[in-house]
C-alpha cells in the first residue's frame, strides 16, 4: 500500500504562485510513476502533469504548459507542483496519484490518490 498527502494549496490572486507537495510512504517511492490531476465542481478528473519514476519524463495538459512544473525528489519520496502565472480556471482540487509502471493520462489506471488539496484563484 501507498499513502499520498497533498499539501500547499490555498487561495491565490490571479497571476500568483503556489507550490504543491505530495508525500508518499508504504512502498518504494522510486517504482512509482506519478501524477497531479485536478477536479473542478461538475467536471470530470484531468491530468495535469505527470513525471516518470526516475523524473527524466515529464508531459503536462496543454492549458498548463509554460506554467507548472512538475518535479520529484525521490530522496524526499515527494513529487511537487510549481504552478505559476495562475488563472481562475485553475480553480479546483488537486489530487496526486501513484502508479507502478509507466504514467498515464487515465486516472483510473493510478493504484493510490492522496485527499486532494483545494487550490482557489480569484480574479
Known amino acids: 500500500q501507498v499513502q499520498l498527502v497533498e499539501s500547499g494549496g490555498g487561495l491565490v490572486q490571479a497571476g500568483g504562485s503556489l507550490r504543491l507537495s505530495c508525500a508518499a510512504s508504504g512502498r518504494t517511492f522510486s517504482s512509482l510513476a506519478m501524477g497531479w490531476f485536478r477536479q473542478a465542481p461538475g467536471k470530470e478528473r484531468a491530468v495535469v502533469a505527470r513525471i516518470s519514476r526516475s523524473g527524466g519524463s515529464t508531459a503536462y495538459a496543454d492549458s498548463v504548459k509554460g506554467r507548472f512544473t512538475i518535479s520529484r525528489d525521490n530522496t524526499k519520496n515527494t513529487v511537487y507542483l510549481q504552478m505559476n502565472s495562475l488563472k481562475p480556471e485553475d480553480t479546483a482540487v488537486y489530487y496526486c496519484?501513484?502508479?507502478?509502471?509507466?504514467?498515464?493520462?487515465?486516472?483510473?489506471?493510478?493504484?493510490?490518490w492522496g485527499q486532494g488539496t483545494q487550490v482557489t484563484v480569484s480574479s
Open positions: 496519484a501513484a502508479v507502478q509502471g509507466i504514467s498515464t493520462t487515465i486516472p483510473q489506471r493510478y493504484d493510490y
